[in-house]
Every structure is written in structure tokens, then in C-alpha cells.
């Protein structure tokens, strides 16, 4: 397997973790960014994220398996999932977007986005129809698309931690008789007082949905017997309505699927539905429509599968669509993974959970490989948002999945790379590449494992990232 060295210097048959501890410890101490840069093209070889692997999009299909009903519903809840809604469907009166699949597209509907190469759908939407908004600084054309929430209320005090949606209808030719400004970004982003989070991906959320609370916690108590040599305990995002464990979102912040569709119908795009019958803005003329503007249809007109409203009908889609496909791992991928185990990003991002019997003969009792424990990890000042979120401090995020990171365009939470270098070192304040965005939390859970990463070979180091460019 060790095709070349696998530290710098380190002898023959010690394991690279305890010498990477000691670079590590040293390094932490006076090393500074440009130094370890350096020691990363030592022997003229350059680390290089090798970008998104080409060929098909290895996602977007259904699971396979499923009966000819479930495919039926799987199909239709895609077709939601692509529909645009305007005012007379329940679009605003604040939005940032008309369709889930606008924000959820790469490499295929129910992904993550934008689409590549780049192209900010949001400057698509944000003047459609006569729309008057004005486009906040933040966004660009090539950049990914950013969510913002306000970590606090204007007086900068009181937790607020909400999406603040970035446009609104008016302006509008269905929107006639409705005047509101949209948020003070340019405020907020001079005060510090704003948060971006990028779409994340949703292929394979039905099996991560179904996966028993006892597994997770299994895995996070074997993960924290760990702690005292690499320093990590996750943190399970534990529910207030039932207990158990709260996994999806960038902060664990929901449950399941239907939960989440409804909030995101409501939060991205304005549709009140009956999870979210409420209208979050209640100016007056701004509210067209009846609420809830989704809702269960009564009619024998109507096909079943679409009796339900739309959050069901897209948690149907998304539970249904399967996870991605790798690519088949070459040498080098295949000895990246030996090294993602051993230096300990497996602790986190751990590799495999298997499914409980389930009444969808599809998922049940599968064995996938998401490469996350779904649990949340204080990840240091470099990353840091400031927002919290149940039980997620202003500091700590979910591990995301890393199947199909092979096809992401823009990672971390912030979306604020679209390499995988700077994705890995920005896990650490002390090899952080763009400055701590933050002051005063505690370290990152993932320093040790950072430093351990940087002890490696370069080459080995490249063998990570082509193999995590191999989900
Ligand atoms: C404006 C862009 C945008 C639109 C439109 C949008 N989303 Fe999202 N989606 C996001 C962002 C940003 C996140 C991450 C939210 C967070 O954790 O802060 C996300 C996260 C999710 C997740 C969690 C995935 C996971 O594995 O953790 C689901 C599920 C989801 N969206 C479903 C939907 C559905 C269904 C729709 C349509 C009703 C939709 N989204 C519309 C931006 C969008
Ligand atoms: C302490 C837990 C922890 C460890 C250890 C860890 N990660 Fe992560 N990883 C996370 C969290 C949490 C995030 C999300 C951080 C954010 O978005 O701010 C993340 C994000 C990522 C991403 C970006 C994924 C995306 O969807 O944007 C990649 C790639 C990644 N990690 C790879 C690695 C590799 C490689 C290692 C080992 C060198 C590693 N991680 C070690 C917790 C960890």
C-alpha cells in the first residue's frame, strides 16, 4: 500500500498519528500558514484538489428497488420539486428563490448548487416580473448561493439567528398594491452581524432519516472514547419534541424530511403550507392569498399521490432519491482512504451506518456509506458563524456528508471554497487560510486530526483529496 513516504521523515513503521502529534503541538505553538504551504509542495509537488470529476452525474435517480407506486410518487414529488411558483401560488411576500430545485441542482435535481460552471440563479430571480430589488453585495454571478441569517436583532444583543430573506415581491406585475423594502444587508454585513449558509445536497436524506437514534449514539460514544488522543466528542442535536436525534440541515437543526420540506417552502420561497401556515410578513397588501397556500387537496378529482400538499409530496422525492454512486477508486483514491482513516477524519465524517427495518423494502437494512455522524462539532474561530441553532452554538456544525463531495462545487457552510485544501485546513484555526472569521470560541474538535493531515506526505495528502474527489 505505501507506494511513498507517508510523513515528512517519519521512520519506517510508526504510526503517523503520534508524530503528527508533535508536529502538531510545535506547530500550533510558532508555525506559521506560509510554512506549512511550503512544506506542502516540498519535493516540487504541488497538492491539488483535481475538481469536479467529470462523466455522469452518479446522482438524481431514484433508489433502486423501489416498487412502481413509490416510483410513481417519487417521479411526481420530482416534478414539485421543479415547479416555479409565482404570487398566485404562494411566492413570498419575502423569498430568495421560486423553485426548490433553483438552489438544489448540481450535479443533479436534489443537489446542492448552483449548477456548474457557476451561475448564481438568484440574479435570474431577483428582478423577474418587474421585482425591484436591488442584489446585496454578497452574492456574485460564479459565487455560490448564500442564505443570510442575522445572528442578532438590530440591537445587536437579543439572538435572532433567522433567515433574513434576501428579496421581496414588490414591484411585481402579480404583486400590485404590495410596498416592502427588502433587509439592510449592507447594515448588517458593516455591524457583523450576518451569517451565509449554502444549499446542501439532499441525495441519500432517506436513509440518513431512518438511521436509529441508538446507532448514532453508539457512534458517538465510541467517537468520544477517543478524545483524550485526538480531541473529539460529537454532539448529538437532540429533539424537544420527541428525543432523538435531530441530523439534517448544516446545524442539525431538523429531524426529518417532511419537517424540513415545509420549513424551506415557507423560509426559501414564502409558501405557507400546513407545517408553516403562517405568512412571515404580514404587511398589508402583500398577502394574496388564502393560507395555507399548500395544503392537503380535498377533491376526487385528484390523482393520490397528489392529495397530499406539497411538503410531502417533495420529502417523498428526496427520501426516494438515492444516494450518490462513487466513482471506482483508483490506487491512489484507494490509499487516500486508508490515510482519511488513520490520521482520524473518520471520526467525524465516519464512513458507514446500516438502516432499520423499514416498511419501504428498498431501505431497509441497507448499509450506506454517507462519511458523517450526523452529530455536531465545535469547529473553531476559522469557521464559526456566530448563529445558534438548538443545540448548535455559534461555533458548531453538523459533519456533512461527504458522498458526492466528488461533484460539489462549493464547500463548507459558507460555500467560501471550491477547494478542498482550503476546506480541510480551514477545519483548524492554526492552518486557516482566510483569517479567523471569529473571535473567543473554544479550539476546533478537528486541530489534532488537521495536524495530523499536514504531517503527511504531500503525496499522501493528494491521495485524500483524489480520494474524497472519488464520492
Ligand atoms: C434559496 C435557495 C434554496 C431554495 C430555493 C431551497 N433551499 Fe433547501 N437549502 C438551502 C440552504 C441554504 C440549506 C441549508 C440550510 C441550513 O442548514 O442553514 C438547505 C437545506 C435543505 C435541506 C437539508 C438537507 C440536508 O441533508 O441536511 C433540505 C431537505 C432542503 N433544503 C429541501 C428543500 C426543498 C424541499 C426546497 C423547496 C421547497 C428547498 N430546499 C428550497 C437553500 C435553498
Ligand atoms: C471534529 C470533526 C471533524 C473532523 C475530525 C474532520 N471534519 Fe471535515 N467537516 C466537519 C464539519 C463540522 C464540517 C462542516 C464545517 C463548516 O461547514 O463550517 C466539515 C466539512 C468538511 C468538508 C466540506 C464538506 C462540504 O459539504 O462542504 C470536507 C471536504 C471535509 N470536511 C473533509 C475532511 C477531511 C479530509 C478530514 C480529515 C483531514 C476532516 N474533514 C476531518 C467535521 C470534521
Redesign the pocket.
Known amino acids: 500500500m505505501a507506494r511513498h513516504p507517508r510523513s515528512r521523515g517519519t521512520p519506517k513503521g510508526k504510526p503517523a498519528v503520534k508524530l503528527a502529534l508533535i508536529i502538531g503541538a510545535a506547530a500550533m505553538v510558532a508555525v506559521p500558514l506560509v510554512v506549512s504551504a511550503a512544506l506542502r509542495t516540498r519535493r516540487n509537488f504541488t497538492v491539488t484538489d483535481p475538481g469536479i470529476r467529470g462523466g455522469p452525474a452518479d446522482a438524481g435517480g431514484p433508489i433502486p428497488g423501489l416498487n412502481s407506486e413509490e416510483t410513481t410518487t417519487f417521479n411526481d414529488g420530482s416534478t414539485n420539486?421543479t415547479t416555479v411558483f409565482a404570487v398566485p401560488q404562494g411566492l413570498g411576500p419575502q423569498f430568495?428563490?421560486n423553485?426548490?430545485s433553483?438552489?438544489?441542482i448540481q450535479p443533479a435535481v436534489g443537489g446542492s448548487?448552483p449548477a456548474a460552471p457557476a451561475t448564481n440563479p438568484l440574479f435570474s430571480v431577483y428582478q423577474l416580473d418587474g421585482a425591484t430589488n436591488t442584489m446585496p453585495s454578497f452574492e456574485s454571478t460564479t459565487g455560490p448561493?448564500l442564505?443570510p441569517r442575522f445572528p442578532y436583532m438590530s440591537d445587536l444583543k437579543t439572538p435572532d439567528d433567522t433567515v433574513h430573506q434576501l428579496f421581496t415581491i414588490t414591484g411585481r406585475s402579480d404583486a400590485t398594491g404590495c410596498s416592502i423594502q427588502q433587509p439592510n444587508f449592507t447594515q448588517a454585513e458593516s455591524e457583523n452581524n450576518i451569517a451565509y449558509?449554502?444549499?446542501?445536497?439532499?441525495f441519500g436524506?432517506g436513509f440518513?432519516e431512518f438511521i436509529e437514534n441508538s446507532t448514532l449514539t453508539a457512534n458517538m460514544t465510541t467517537e468520544c472514547a477517543s478524545q483524550s488522543t485526538y480531541g473529539i466528542c460529537g454532539t448529538a442535536s437532540i429533539s424537544g419534541h420527541d428525543g432523538s436525534v435531530n441530523r439534517?440541515?448544516?446545524?442539525a437543526?431538523?429531524r426529518g424530511?417532511n419537517f424540513?420540506?415545509g420549513e424551506?417552502?415557507n423560509v426559501?420561497?414564502g409558501v405557507t403550507n400546513e407545517y408553516f401556515p403562517a405568512e412571515l410578513n404580514q404587511t398589508t397588501g402583500c398577502d394574496f392569498n388564502p393560507v395555507p397556500e399548500s395544503a392537503t387537496n380535498f377533491s376526487n378529482s385528484i390523482p393520490e399521490d397528489q392529495f397530499t400538499g406539497d411538503p410531502e409530496r417533495?420529502a417523498i422525492f428526496?427520501r426516494f432519491l438515492a444516494p450518490p454512486t462513487p466513482a471506482k477508486f483508483n490506487s491512489q483514491a484507494t490509499t487516500g482512504q486508508t490515510e482519511f482513516n488513520t490520521i482520524g477524519c473518520q471520526l467525524c465524517h465516519t464512513e458507514s451506518f446500516t438502516t432499520p427495518t423499514s416498511p419501504f423494502p428498498a431501505m431497509s437494512q441497507k448499509t450506506i456509506t454517507p462519511y458523517t455522524d450526523l452529530l455536531l462539532h465545535h469547529m473553531g474561530n476559522c469557521l464559526a458563524d456566530g448563529v445558534t441553532m438548538g443545540a448548535a452554538a455559534g461555533d458548531m456544525f453538523r459533519t456533512p456528508a461527504l458522498w458526492g463531495a466528488g461533484k460539489r462545487m462549493f464547500f463548507l457552510h459558507d460555500g467560501r471554497t471550491s477547494d478542498l485544501l482550503t476546506a480541510i485546513l480551514d477545519h483548524s484555526d492554526t492552518y486557516c487560510t482566510g483569517g479567523l472569521g471569529k473571535t473567543g470560541y473554544q479550539a476546533s474538535e478537528a486541530d489534532i486530526v488537521i495536524s495530523n493531515f499536514e504531517g503527511l506526505s504531500p503525496q499522501y495528502q493528494q491521495d485524500i483529496l483524489d480520494f474524497i474527489r472519488s464520492l
Open positions: 420539486f430568495d428563490e423553485q426548490c433553483s438552489c438544489h448548487g448561493i442564505v449558509h449554502q444549499p446542501l445536497p439532499t436524506d440518513l439534517l440541515g448544516w446545524k437543526q431538523w424530511l424540513a420540506s424551506e417552502m426559501q420561497m417533495l428526496m
